[in-house]
């Protein structure tokens, strides 16, 4: 019963900390950093028969998951985020895409539509944080914090312009 107990816990703590899997996962893969990968910790608890290989298999299978489903998520926030742009300035994906890789700024892409990318841009994002605080992922203040300046935060990444190189950033 007490080495069920202590896996439901950690099946629990595993997954109420899901948002540093990466980081665990990227211990794994050598990326660095202090502190021992996931699978390292999950390879001591089973040695130690706090897990079997069974409840280790699962946890695994568990974090995969979530983390297809986070990616999935992920890509289509994204999607509808260049849908609101593309809408707006009347342009497909695949030019914007190609405008950016050449350096230039939603603003300068945007030219006269650069207000109304903004209005647009920022009526997502209010919907956005509207839905999360709906979903009980944020509370009321927070939604309100967020929302405090987000005309100023959207008008920077509108008039940024996007880094080079591949990786994460960029818009």
């Known amino acids: 019963m007490k080495k ?3 896996a ?19 211990h794994d893969r050598g990326m660095g950093g202090k502190g021992q990968g996931l699978a390292t910790i999950l390879d001591g608890l089973k040695t130690k028969g706090t ?21 999935a998520n992920r890509e289509a926030k994204r999607a509808e985020h260049i849908k609101v742009i593309t809408d707006v300035l009347g342009i497909d994906a695949a030019t914007l895409k190609s405008r950016l890789d050449a350096g230039d700024s939603l603003a300068k892409i ?24 709906t979903a009980g992922k944020l509370t009321a203040a927070q939604a309100t914090t967020m ?17 080079q190189g591949k990786g994460r950033g960029g818009h």
Request: glycine fraction near 6%.
């Open 51 to 71: 897990l079997t290989q069974a409840q280790v298999d699962a946890i695994n299978k568990a974090l995969a998951d979530a983390r297809a489903t986070a990616d």
């Open 110 to 133: 945007a030219g006269a539509k650069k207000d109304a990318l903004i209005a647009a841009m920022v009526a997502f994002e209010t919907k956005e944080i509207d839905a999360a605080v």
């Open 8 to 26: 439901a816990s950690v099946v629990a703590g595993l997954a109420l900390t899901l948002g540093g899997v990466a980081g665990a996962s990227a």
């Open 147 to 163: 929302k405090a300046n987000l005309k100023d935060r959207v008008t920077a990444h509108v008039e940024a312009t996007p880094r």
């Open 4 to 6: 069920k107990l202590i």
